[in-house]
């Protein structure tokens, strides 16, 4: 990684072990942890997970390297890894999780004292962000350079990926010597690629006309000067299957490099184009997160890192009556109609399988239908946060500002899913634990944008709220947001986790 800024190191051999730094870039000094132990109770009000964010963001340049370290977390923490594909024997008071597609993954911690019925307490996130992707046959050639040609992915602040040092990361499958192939996930850590501007000189008018470029013939990322006829030939000469023959030889020898394996044994490619400069602190007074994929990385590990510390001893779960549970989908930026997507029944097939195995039956309608009326889901994903350059794009009384804690979403078209009672429900575990909580509305004379809140609340009737932590430049190659909302945004998660089974009880709707 190449992280640009250091913190002091103060963790317990636990966490340092769940939560091990990743290996440093060349040339880039290393970013250390200052987590303090999250089961001592007189430490609890000064820990922070900033230090692990930060690595967790360097590690997790693609939704694959996401969910991958995500795993390598929960297996340290002692959480029992499942197949989809086999039975599951599950028992009260224990922790498991199982991936999708390796960009997907549910997590969950069961109560010792949960019974069938009993509900589930989820927070999803989603591990994907806005981002260049290449194209199946990216090869293409232009003025001497060679070039990569790309797919645009979600809604990107496309202009600020120009003239920044990027490279490529994803997933390869991998041609074995028997015959079998394998998974595996590669990160090009050094600049590769870049999407160079055109110069002032030839386009005068950029500054008062706008910047507007064509994103199919403008934005075509470079990898290098064309070599010569008699040196591609010969690389072309090496090229012998589809897959290569799609994409230039520099680059596929570039991957088998890194990947340690032949040209040849290479049998596909899944690739996005990345930003390499590092995650790190700024701010004259350290006080903000620079970052890549702040949306949706940074709620996606503080709902894991907060379920993982709300299940660190077997006390944590001895009068617990539900399931603890996160869920971490990819494709959101997208609509989320995806088998890896919160579209897909994903989250629900597993609460049933999990009734199923503990109540050592089939379950019925009506005893997975309890089970769902007793759940609630909490959608995290980043808010905006009120721009001091323009503010007017804010309702007036609903301007969240960063470092002031999660912002509650709502929206009387339902494009978020918060209810009164659930946005009750919510404040009232952030009251409890003194934690301060904000509110936000779209403008009547603006579109919202939306979550996987709806589509979750939808598909079965669960009962959400929908929240994130405040953020500046969404969509862009670099996003900001507060570091105090980071750790506020863990401890209101970790508190939801171990309080909202006593706060709902109190509470009578429907009856």
């Not at 404040?427 to 979750?456: W, Y």
């Not at 969404?474 to 507060?482: A, L, N």
Request: aromatic share 8%; glycine share 6%; hydrophobic share 40%.
């Amino acid at each position: 990684m190449l992280h640009v800024c250091s913190l002091s190191t103060q963790v317990t051999a636990l966490i340092s072990a769940a939560m091990a730094p990743v290996p440093a870039a060349v040339n880039s000094p290393s970013l250390h942890h200052f987590a303090l132990n999250p089961s001592s109770s007189n430490t609890e009000s000064s820990q922070s997970i900033v230090g692990d964010l930060l690595d967790y963001l360097n590690e997790s340049w693609t939704q694959f390297h996401a969910t991958a370290e995500a795993k390598r977390q929960l297996l340290a923490a002692g959480f029992h890894l499942l197949n989809e594909n086999e039975e599951w024997e599950l028992k009260p008071g224990g922790c498991y999780f199982f991936t999708r597609n390796m960009s997907s993954l549910v997590a969950f911690a069961i109560g010792e004292k949960y019974s069938l019925g009993n509900g589930f307490h989820v927070i999803a996130a989603h591990t994907d962000s806005p981002c260049l992707k290449l194209k199946p046959k990216s090869a293409s050639s232009k003025s001497g350079y060679l070039m990569v040609n790309v797919q645009t992915y979600g809604g990107g602040l496309w202009h600020t990926w120009f003239d920044r040092d990027l490279s490529l990361a994803g997933r390869v499958i991998v041609r074995a010597d028997n015959g079998s192939f394998s998974h595996k996930l590669v990160k090009i850590k050094r600049p590769l690629l870049r999407v160079p501007s055109l110069a002032i000189h030839l386009n005068r008018t950029v500054n008062t006309d706008g910047f507007k470029p064509n994103l199919e013939t403008h934005l075509i990322p470079l990898l290098a000067t064309e070599a010569d006829k008699e040196s591609a030939e010969t690389n072309d000469k090496t090229s012998a299957s589809s897959s290569k023959d799609a994409h230039h030889p520099l680059l596929m020898q570039i991957l088998s490099d890194e990947l340690g394996c032949k040209v040849e044994d290479i049998a596909s490619v899944e690739l996005n184009v990345c930003d390499t400069q590092a995650s790190c602190l700024g701010g004259a007074n350290d006080e903000f997160i620079f970052s890549g994929r702040l949306d949706n990385l940074a709620s996606s590990f503080c709902a894991l890192r907060a379920l993982v510390d709300a299940c660190a001893s077997p006390e944590d779960l001895a009068n617990e009556h539900a399931v603890r549970m996160v869920a971490l989908f990819d494709n959101e930026e997208v609509g989320s109609d995806s088998y890896q997507g919160a579209g897909a029944p994903t989250m629900f097939e597993a609460m049933r399988r999990i009734s199923a195995s503990l109540g050592q039956q089939s379950v019925g309608e009506c005893g997975f239908a309890r089970a769902i009326r007793h759940s609630f889901l909490v959608s995290a994903d980043m808010a905006h946060g009120v721009h001091p350059n323009f503010m007017d794009k804010h309702e007036e009384n609903h301007r969240p500002v960063l470092q002031k804690g999660l912002v509650i979403k709502h929206n009387a078209n339902q494009r978020y899913a918060t209810s009164g009672v659930t946005s009750f429900l919510f404040k009232e575990v952030a009251k409890i634990h003194n934690l301060p909580i904000q509110e936000f509305v779209v403008r009547n004379d603006m579109g919202c944008g939306s979550t996987i809140g709806p589509i979750l609340a939808s598909g079965v009737g669960i009962r959400t709220v929908d929240c994130g932590i405040a953020q500046l430049s969404m969509h862009s190659v670099r996003e900001i947001c507060g570091k105090e909302d980071v750790d506020i945004a863990y401890k209101h998660f970790k508190a939801f986790y171990k309080t909202f089974s006593s706060i709902d009880k109190k509470l009578n709707v429907d009856f």
